[in-house]
């Protein structure tokens, strides 16, 4: 029994190390250090206008530095990364599924593998304290069950929501964001740190013959040691 348990530990150690090694970063411009660029939205891009409310009305965004520049009631604080980046600063739509952030698309999938764990994280903070935001993800076009995201009215943290699934036989061919929250006043955040890595999942067949190939080597050595204390005897 120990040897088994011992084969098999070490048949998900060198799998997990394999897996680590091909997780890689699959988003362009998940910090927003490229500017307004590398994503779509179907939100209005209003950079700063000189009179420092340009995000207003609703359903508008800029990549910015500080959410103060962009509205007096925003809050002043520098973005996640390293506090002097750029993050996506947004004034919510009152329309519904109006998709605030996305990469990848059916022409240019950010994943295309089938069974592959991915992991989806990203940093949230609200720039002004009234009716936060409630994001909602979306995997290739369709809102994934449960994978909601709640605001606070805190505007003094980042706060990191994440989200892990296996793809579909399609891959994953794009991610998005949208909010449920359709409030005119207040709904307004910042985004920041965007990021999606996907690691191959071992089909089940391969870990069982993995498994059972250590598990045998293990066998066949037990029935070597017997032999050999039995010819030394």
Known sequence: MKTFFAAAGIAAIALAAAGSASATELLTNGDFSAGP????????????????????????????????LDHPLFS????????????????????????IWSEGSNANPLLGAANTAYDFSFFLRSVYPASPAHLQM???GVAVEGATFQATNDTSAWYEFSYSGVTGAGGLKS???TNLNLAPNGNDFALDDMHLGGTAVP???????????????????????????ALTA
Do not use: C, K
Not at 42 to 66: I, K, Q, R
Not at 77 to 99: K, L
Not at 206 to 223: D, E, K, P, Q
């Open 76 to 99: 002043s604080f520098g973005d996640h990364t390293t506090g002097e980046g750029q993050m996506m600063v947004i004034n919510g739509s009152g329309a519904p599924d109006t998709v």
């Open 138 to 140: 979306w995997i290739n």
């Open 203 to 229: 089909e089940p067949a391969s870990w069982a013959l993995m498994i059972l190939g250590f598990g045998g080597a293990g066998a066949l050595l037990r029935r070597n040691r017997r032999r050999m204390i």
């Open 37 to 68: 660029t590398g994503f779509s939205s179907g939100y209005v891009y209003s950079p700063p206008n000189g009179f420092g409310n340009n995000l207003w009305p609703e359903g508008t965004y800029d990549v910015t530095t500080n959410p103060n």
């Open 175 to 177: 991610i998005s964001l």
